[in-house]
C-alpha cells in the first residue's frame, strides 16, 4: 500500500512570510494528491488538490506543485496570514481499491504576527 | 448546509463498555469513512462504505463494527472499549468513489467525536 511521509511536522514564520510544507509517497501509479487543513477542534477541510497530469496548481495564495519522477509533492502558502495556523495533511491514494487515502502525519503551522 | 453531522461530540467510556458514533451526511453522497486521529499519527482509516449495503475494513479495523443503515448514516461501534481506541474519530463523506482516475477522493469531514477510553 502507499506510505505518505510528511515534513517538516511545525514550522514556524513570521506573518508576510512564505511557508513549505513537503510530502513523499512510494507508489508511483498514485494520481491524486489533496491537501487539508485542520484548524483547532474542527474536522481536516480539503483546501487543494493536484492530479498527475499537471505539475503545479495555484488558488490565490495557496499552491501545490508535484515532482512524478521524485515522487514528492508540496504545499506552498505565500503571503501568511495569522489565520493560516493550523495543521496541515497531505495524503495520496491507498491505490488498495476503492477511493480512499493515506494521510501523512501533519504539520503544525504557527504564523505570528 | 449542515454536511457532515457526528453525534456525540465528547464522550468517556470505561474499559469494556460499548458505544455507537453516529454519523450522518445531508449531500446524498455514496461512499463514507471513519478515520482516527492520535497525536503524531495523522489520520487512519478504520472502515469505509463505498455506497449504501456495502462495507470494507481499512487499515486498523480491529476491535470495530460498520453498520451503512441507508445512504445517509454510517455508524462505527466499539463492542468493548480499550485505552488503545482514547482517539479523536472522523467521518467523511465523498460524492461517488470510484477505481483509479475515476476516484473521487473529495471528502468532507465531519466536526469529529473526542473518545476517552479509562
Known amino acids: 500500500g502507499e506510505n505518505v511521509e510528511q515534513h517538516p511536522s511545525t514550522l514556524s514564520v513570521q506573518e508576510g512570510d512564505s511557508a513549505v510544507i513537503k510530502c513523499t509517497y512510494s507508489?508511483?501509479?498514485?494520481?491524486?494528491f489533496p491537501w487539508y487543513k485542520q484548524e483547532l477542534g474542527k474536522g481536516p477541510q480539503l483546501i487543494i488538490d493536484?492530479?498527475?497530469?499537471?505539475g503545479e496548481k495555484k488558488d490565490q495564495r495557496i499552491a501545490v506543485t508535484l515532482n512524478k519522477t521524485a515522487k514528492h509533492f508540496s504545499l506552498h502558502i505565500t503571503e501568511t496570514q495569522p489565520e493560516d495556523s493550523a495543521v496541515y495533511f497531505c495524503?495520496?491514494?491507498?491505490?488498495?481499491?476503492?477511493?480512499?487515502?493515506?494521510f501523512g502525519k501533519g504539520t503544525m503551522l504557527l504564523v505570528s504576527p | 448546509n449542515a454536511g457532515v453531522t457526528q453525534t456525540p461530540k465528547f464522550q468517556v467510556l470505561k474499559t469494556g463498555q460499548s458505544m455507537t458514533l453516529q454519523c450522518a451526511q445531508d449531500?446524498?453522497?455514496?461512499?463514507m469513512y471513519w478515520y482516527r486521529q492520535d497525536p503524531g499519527m495523522g489520520l487512519r482509516l478504520i472502515y469505509y462504505?463505498?455506497?449504501?449495503?456495502?462495507?470494507d475494513k481499512g487499515e486498523v479495523p480491529n476491535g470495530y463494527n460498520v453498520s451503512r443503515l441507508n445512504k445517509r448514516e454510517f455508524s462505527l461501534r466499539l463492542e468493548s472499549a480499550a485505552p488503545s481506541q482514547t482517539s479523536v474519530y472522523f467521518c467523511?463523506?465523498?460524492?461517488?468513489?470510484?477505481?483509479?482516475?475515476?476516484?473521487?477522493?473529495?471528502?468532507?469531514f465531519g466536526s469529529g467525536t473526542r473518545l476517552t477510553v479509562v
Open positions: 467523511a463523506s465523498t460524492g461517488t468513489g470510484g477505481y483509479g482516475i475515476t476516484a473521487n477522493y473529495g471528502y468532507t
Open positions: 507508489d508511483s501509479a498514485s494520481n491524486y
Open positions: 493536484i492530479r498527475s497530469n499537471v
Open positions: 495524503a495520496a491514494p491507498r491505490n488498495s481499491g476503492y477511493s480512499t487515502l493515506t
Open positions: 449531500m446524498n453522497h455514496n461512499s
Open positions: 462504505s463505498a455506497s449504501e449495503g456495502t462495507t
